[in-house]
Protein backbone atom coordinates (compact mmCIF):
# COMPACT_ATOMS: atom_id res chain seq x y z
CA UNK A 1 0.00 0.00 0.00
CA UNK A 2 1.21 3.53 -0.95
CA UNK A 3 2.06 6.10 2.04
CA UNK A 4 -0.70 8.69 1.83
CA UNK A 5 -1.93 11.24 5.08
CA UNK A 6 -4.21 10.28 7.71
CA UNK A 7 -6.96 13.12 8.42
CA UNK A 8 -9.72 12.86 11.63
CA UNK A 9 -11.80 16.00 10.88
CA UNK A 10 -14.35 17.01 13.73
CA UNK A 11 -16.82 18.31 11.88
CA UNK A 12 -18.24 17.79 8.52
CA UNK A 13 -17.20 21.77 7.24
CA UNK A 14 -13.92 19.98 8.02
CA UNK A 15 -13.95 17.06 6.15
CA UNK A 16 -15.34 19.35 3.60
CA UNK A 17 -12.24 21.37 3.35
CA UNK A 18 -9.75 18.67 3.97
CA UNK A 19 -11.71 16.95 0.53
CA UNK A 20 -11.33 20.19 -1.41
CA UNK A 21 -7.02 20.03 -0.56
CA UNK A 22 -5.22 19.00 -3.83
CA UNK A 23 -4.79 15.38 -4.96
CA UNK A 24 -6.73 12.13 -4.69
CA UNK A 25 -8.75 12.22 -1.14
CA UNK A 26 -11.34 9.35 -0.55
CA UNK A 27 -13.88 9.50 2.81
CA UNK A 28 -13.22 6.59 5.20
CA UNK A 29 -16.09 5.07 7.23
CA UNK A 30 -15.88 1.31 8.07
CA UNK A 31 -12.97 0.86 5.74
CA UNK A 32 -14.61 -2.81 4.82
CA UNK A 33 -14.30 -1.51 1.19
CA UNK A 34 -11.99 1.06 1.05
CA UNK A 35 -8.88 -0.24 2.62
CA UNK A 36 -9.36 -4.00 0.41
CA UNK A 37 -8.76 -1.85 -2.46
CA UNK A 38 -5.70 0.36 -0.75
CA UNK A 39 -4.40 -3.21 -0.19
CA UNK A 40 -4.97 -4.65 -3.02
CA UNK A 41 -3.49 -1.91 -5.11
CA UNK A 42 -6.94 -0.63 -7.05
CA UNK A 43 -7.16 2.51 -5.99
CA UNK A 44 -3.86 4.71 -4.48
CA UNK A 45 -4.79 7.96 -2.71
CA UNK A 46 -3.44 11.23 -1.16
CA UNK A 47 -5.08 11.45 1.64
CA UNK A 48 -7.58 9.13 3.94
CA UNK A 49 -10.21 11.27 5.62
CA UNK A 50 -11.73 9.36 8.66
CA UNK A 51 -14.92 10.26 9.17
CA UNK A 52 -15.67 8.59 12.69
CA UNK A 53 -14.81 11.54 14.89
CA UNK A 54 -17.57 13.97 13.47
CA UNK A 55 -20.48 13.98 15.99
CA UNK A 56 -23.38 13.59 14.36
CA UNK A 57 -22.93 11.36 11.75
CA UNK A 58 -23.54 8.24 13.44
CA UNK A 59 -27.35 6.82 15.14
CA UNK A 60 -30.86 6.09 14.34
CA UNK A 61 -33.54 8.50 15.49
CA UNK A 62 -37.28 9.19 14.80
CA UNK A 63 -37.54 12.32 13.50
CA UNK A 64 -41.58 12.79 13.19
CA UNK A 65 -41.89 13.42 9.00
CA UNK A 66 -38.63 10.80 8.77
CA UNK A 67 -36.20 8.14 10.25
CA UNK A 68 -32.76 9.48 10.49
CA UNK A 69 -30.20 6.84 9.55
CA UNK A 70 -26.77 8.02 10.63
CA UNK A 71 -24.31 7.11 7.60
CA UNK A 72 -21.82 5.91 9.52
CA UNK A 73 -24.59 3.50 11.72
CA UNK A 74 -23.36 -0.11 11.36
CA UNK A 75 -24.94 -2.62 10.23
CA UNK A 76 -24.77 -4.37 13.67
CA UNK A 77 -26.65 -1.68 14.78
CA UNK A 78 -29.36 -1.86 12.13
CA UNK A 79 -29.70 -5.41 12.88
CA UNK A 80 -30.01 -4.25 17.21
CA UNK A 81 -32.74 -1.46 16.12
CA UNK A 82 -35.43 -1.90 17.96
CA UNK A 83 -36.85 1.29 16.25
CA UNK A 84 -35.91 -0.15 12.43
CA UNK A 85 -37.73 -3.67 13.29
CA UNK A 86 -40.86 -2.41 14.06
CA UNK A 87 -41.63 -0.44 10.82
CA UNK A 88 -39.19 -2.25 8.64
CA UNK A 89 -38.36 -5.56 9.56
CA UNK A 90 -36.83 -6.12 5.78
CA UNK A 91 -33.64 -4.27 7.41
CA UNK A 92 -32.93 -6.19 9.73
CA UNK A 93 -33.39 -9.45 7.26
CA UNK A 94 -30.62 -7.90 4.95
CA UNK A 95 -28.08 -6.88 7.42
CA UNK A 96 -28.21 -10.91 8.40
CA UNK A 97 -27.54 -11.92 4.77
CA UNK A 98 -24.24 -9.25 5.01
CA UNK A 99 -20.76 -10.23 5.69
CA UNK A 100 -19.91 -11.42 9.11
CA UNK A 101 -20.17 -10.28 12.31
CA UNK A 102 -17.32 -8.77 12.48
CA UNK A 103 -17.72 -7.18 8.94
CA UNK A 104 -21.39 -6.06 10.25
CA UNK A 105 -19.57 -4.38 13.51
CA UNK A 106 -17.13 -1.92 10.79
CA UNK A 107 -19.25 -1.45 7.88
CA UNK A 108 -21.63 1.45 7.51
CA UNK A 109 -25.07 1.86 5.63
CA UNK A 110 -23.08 5.22 4.03
CA UNK A 111 -20.23 3.49 2.98
CA UNK A 112 -22.48 0.28 1.66
CA UNK A 113 -24.25 3.00 -0.39
CA UNK A 114 -21.39 5.47 -1.24
CA UNK A 115 -19.45 2.42 -2.68
CA UNK A 116 -22.06 1.67 -5.02
CA UNK A 117 -21.84 -1.15 -6.02
CA UNK A 118 -24.63 -2.91 -8.14
CA UNK A 119 -24.50 -5.74 -5.43
CA UNK A 120 -24.74 -3.80 -2.37
CA UNK A 121 -27.12 -5.32 -0.19
CA UNK A 122 -28.43 -2.46 1.55
CA UNK A 123 -29.35 -0.43 -1.59
CA UNK A 124 -32.51 -2.78 -2.75
CA UNK A 125 -34.70 -2.31 0.64
CA UNK A 126 -33.80 1.27 1.07
CA UNK A 127 -34.67 2.13 -2.92
CA UNK A 128 -38.02 0.21 -1.87
CA UNK A 129 -38.85 2.41 1.27
CA UNK A 130 -37.87 5.45 -0.50
CA UNK A 131 -34.87 6.84 0.56
CA UNK A 132 -33.48 10.01 0.89
CA UNK A 133 -29.60 10.74 0.97
CA UNK A 134 -28.69 14.55 2.54
CA UNK A 135 -25.11 15.64 1.15
CA UNK A 136 -23.28 18.53 1.65
CA UNK A 137 -20.27 19.50 0.08
CA UNK A 138 -18.81 23.37 -0.46
CA UNK A 139 -22.38 24.65 -2.13
CA UNK A 140 -23.82 23.33 0.98
CA UNK A 141 -26.64 20.62 1.20
CA UNK A 142 -28.70 19.06 -1.21
CA UNK A 143 -31.45 15.93 -0.75
CA UNK A 144 -30.83 12.97 -3.64
CA UNK A 145 -33.59 10.55 -3.93
CA UNK A 146 -31.95 6.93 -3.52
CA UNK A 147 -33.08 6.43 -6.68
CA UNK A 148 -31.42 8.85 -8.46
CA UNK A 149 -28.01 8.43 -6.28
CA UNK A 150 -26.17 5.75 -8.25
CA UNK A 151 -24.81 6.62 -11.39
CA UNK A 152 -22.65 3.90 -12.90
CA UNK A 153 -20.63 0.83 -11.14
CA UNK A 154 -18.29 2.53 -8.10
CA UNK A 155 -19.88 5.88 -8.97
CA UNK A 156 -22.42 8.22 -7.36
CA UNK A 157 -23.93 11.37 -8.81
CA UNK A 158 -22.09 13.10 -5.22
CA UNK A 159 -20.05 16.58 -6.47
CA UNK A 160 -16.25 16.36 -5.79
CA UNK A 161 -15.83 17.61 -1.95
CA UNK A 162 -19.39 16.12 -1.25
CA UNK A 163 -20.61 13.47 1.67
CA UNK A 164 -23.59 11.91 2.88
CA UNK A 165 -24.42 13.52 5.91
CA UNK A 166 -27.82 11.46 6.94
CA UNK A 167 -30.12 9.07 4.91
CA UNK A 168 -33.49 9.94 5.87
CA UNK A 169 -36.48 7.38 5.75
CA UNK A 170 -40.61 8.26 5.20
CA UNK A 171 -42.05 6.77 8.25
CA UNK A 172 -44.63 5.16 6.85
CA UNK A 173 -44.18 1.31 8.41
CA UNK A 174 -44.15 -1.38 5.31
CA UNK A 175 -44.55 -5.32 5.31
CA UNK A 176 -41.55 -6.71 3.06
CA UNK A 177 -38.83 -8.75 2.26
CA UNK A 178 -35.17 -8.99 1.39
CA UNK A 179 -34.03 -12.32 -0.89
CA UNK A 180 -30.28 -12.76 -1.84
CA UNK A 181 -29.22 -15.32 -4.21
CA UNK A 182 -25.15 -16.14 -4.13
CA UNK A 183 -23.40 -19.49 -4.28
CA UNK A 184 -21.96 -19.55 -0.40
CA UNK A 185 -24.70 -18.82 2.84
CA UNK A 186 -22.31 -16.23 4.26
CA UNK A 187 -19.35 -13.82 3.55
CA UNK A 188 -21.01 -13.86 -0.87
CA UNK A 189 -21.61 -10.78 -2.72
CA UNK A 190 -25.18 -11.18 -4.76
CA UNK A 191 -25.85 -12.31 -8.21
CA UNK A 192 -29.09 -11.54 -7.56
CA UNK A 193 -31.10 -9.83 -4.88
CA UNK A 194 -34.72 -8.64 -4.72
CA UNK A 195 -36.35 -6.41 -2.43
CA UNK A 196 -40.47 -5.88 -2.11
CA UNK A 197 -42.03 -3.77 0.29
CA UNK A 198 -46.00 -2.84 0.93
CA UNK A 199 -46.37 0.21 2.26
CA UNK A 200 -50.28 0.49 2.44
CA UNK A 201 -51.44 -0.78 -0.71
CA UNK A 202 -48.47 0.65 -2.56
CA UNK A 203 -46.38 -2.47 -4.07
CA UNK A 204 -42.55 -1.83 -4.43
CA UNK A 205 -39.71 -3.88 -5.86
CA UNK A 206 -35.85 -3.42 -6.30
CA UNK A 207 -33.12 -5.10 -7.82
CA UNK A 208 -29.60 -5.88 -6.65
CA UNK A 209 -26.76 -7.13 -9.11
CA UNK A 210 -28.63 -7.28 -11.93
CA UNK A 211 -27.70 -3.99 -13.61
CA UNK A 212 -25.04 -1.25 -13.55
CA UNK A 213 -26.53 -0.11 -10.56
CA UNK A 214 -29.30 -0.89 -7.99
CA UNK A 215 -32.61 -0.15 -9.49
CA UNK A 216 -36.14 0.04 -8.99
CA UNK A 217 -38.74 -1.36 -11.03
CA UNK A 218 -42.55 -2.06 -11.28
CA UNK A 219 -43.84 -4.22 -8.79
CA UNK A 220 -44.26 -7.63 -11.65
CA UNK A 221 -42.30 -10.43 -12.89
CA UNK A 222 -42.64 -9.47 -16.37
CA UNK A 223 -41.49 -5.80 -15.34
CA UNK A 224 -38.66 -6.99 -13.55
CA UNK A 225 -37.35 -9.43 -16.49
CA UNK A 226 -37.69 -6.51 -19.00
CA UNK A 227 -36.04 -3.91 -17.06
CA UNK A 228 -32.95 -5.27 -15.80
CA UNK A 229 -29.67 -5.52 -17.78
CA UNK A 230 -27.52 -8.43 -15.70
CA UNK A 231 -24.02 -9.02 -17.48
CA UNK A 232 -22.23 -12.49 -17.47
CA UNK A 233 -19.32 -12.77 -15.16
CA UNK A 234 -17.14 -15.25 -13.19
CA UNK A 235 -19.81 -16.00 -10.70
CA UNK A 236 -23.05 -16.39 -12.93
CA UNK A 237 -24.27 -15.86 -16.70
CA UNK A 238 -26.16 -13.36 -17.76
CA UNK A 239 -29.05 -15.51 -18.71
CA UNK A 240 -29.07 -17.35 -15.24
CA UNK A 241 -29.04 -14.04 -13.64
CA UNK A 242 -32.64 -13.04 -15.44
CA UNK A 243 -34.04 -16.80 -15.13
CA UNK A 244 -32.60 -16.44 -10.94
CA UNK A 245 -34.78 -12.61 -11.28
CA UNK A 246 -38.29 -14.47 -12.79
CA UNK A 247 -38.20 -16.61 -10.12
CA UNK A 248 -36.99 -14.37 -7.01
CA UNK A 249 -39.32 -11.69 -8.02
CA UNK A 250 -42.12 -14.05 -8.30
CA UNK A 251 -41.04 -15.32 -4.80
CA UNK A 252 -41.12 -11.82 -3.21
CA UNK A 253 -44.25 -10.63 -4.34
CA UNK A 254 -45.91 -13.89 -2.69
CA UNK A 255 -44.06 -13.48 0.37
CA UNK A 256 -45.33 -9.78 0.51
CA UNK A 257 -49.35 -10.64 -0.44
CA UNK A 258 -49.72 -13.27 1.72
C1 LIG B 1 -15.40 -9.99 3.91
C2 LIG B 1 -16.37 -8.98 3.36
C3 LIG B 1 -17.70 -9.34 3.19
C4 LIG B 1 -18.61 -8.42 2.65
N1 LIG B 1 -19.92 -8.81 2.49
C5 LIG B 1 -20.80 -7.92 1.93
C6 LIG B 1 -22.16 -8.32 1.72
O1 LIG B 1 -22.59 -9.44 2.04
N2 LIG B 1 -22.99 -7.40 1.14
C7 LIG B 1 -22.57 -6.14 0.76
O2 LIG B 1 -23.38 -5.37 0.25
N3 LIG B 1 -21.29 -5.76 0.99
C8 LIG B 1 -20.40 -6.61 1.55
N4 LIG B 1 -19.09 -6.23 1.75
C9 LIG B 1 -18.67 -4.89 1.33
C10 LIG B 1 -18.64 -3.85 2.49
O3 LIG B 1 -18.47 -4.47 3.74
C11 LIG B 1 -19.91 -3.00 2.54
O4 LIG B 1 -20.12 -2.36 1.30
C12 LIG B 1 -19.86 -1.95 3.67
O5 LIG B 1 -21.17 -1.58 4.04
C13 LIG B 1 -19.05 -0.72 3.32
O6 LIG B 1 -19.12 0.16 4.39
P1 LIG B 1 -17.80 0.79 5.06
O7 LIG B 1 -18.27 1.67 6.16
O8 LIG B 1 -16.82 -0.23 5.42
O9 LIG B 1 -17.29 1.66 3.81
P2 LIG B 1 -15.83 2.25 3.50
O10 LIG B 1 -14.96 1.18 2.98
O11 LIG B 1 -15.33 3.07 4.63
O12 LIG B 1 -16.25 3.25 2.31
C14 LIG B 1 -16.76 2.76 1.09
C15 LIG B 1 -16.82 3.92 0.07
O13 LIG B 1 -17.82 4.86 0.44
C16 LIG B 1 -17.25 6.16 0.63
N5 LIG B 1 -17.95 6.76 1.77
C17 LIG B 1 -18.12 6.21 2.99
N6 LIG B 1 -18.91 7.00 3.75
C18 LIG B 1 -19.25 8.06 2.99
C19 LIG B 1 -20.06 9.22 3.21
N7 LIG B 1 -20.69 9.46 4.36
N8 LIG B 1 -20.19 10.12 2.19
C20 LIG B 1 -19.60 9.90 0.98
N9 LIG B 1 -18.82 8.83 0.72
C21 LIG B 1 -18.64 7.92 1.72
C22 LIG B 1 -15.76 5.91 0.89
O14 LIG B 1 -14.97 7.03 0.52
C23 LIG B 1 -15.50 4.71 -0.02
O15 LIG B 1 -15.32 5.14 -1.34
C24 LIG B 1 -18.18 -7.11 2.29
C25 LIG B 1 -16.83 -6.75 2.49
C26 LIG B 1 -15.94 -7.65 3.02
C27 LIG B 1 -14.50 -7.24 3.22
Given at each position: ?30 G ?10 E ?17 I ?32 E ?9 V ?7 G ?29 E ?13 R ?15 P???K ?13 L ?6 C ?5 D ?10 T ?12 K ?24 R ?5 A?
Open positions: MRAFRYEEPRSVEEAIAVMGRPGKNRLLAGTDLLVRLKRRWTVDAVINLKRIAGLGGEDRGDHVFLGPLTTLEEIGRSELLAARWPMLRTVHEMGSPQRAMSTVGNLCNASPAADMAPPLLCLDAVMTARGPQGRLIRLQDFFAAPGTVLAPGELVTAIRIPAPAGCFIKFCTRRAMDAFVSVAAAVGNIRLALGAVAPPIRVPPSVEEAVRCAPIDDVRASAEYRREMVRVLVRALARVS
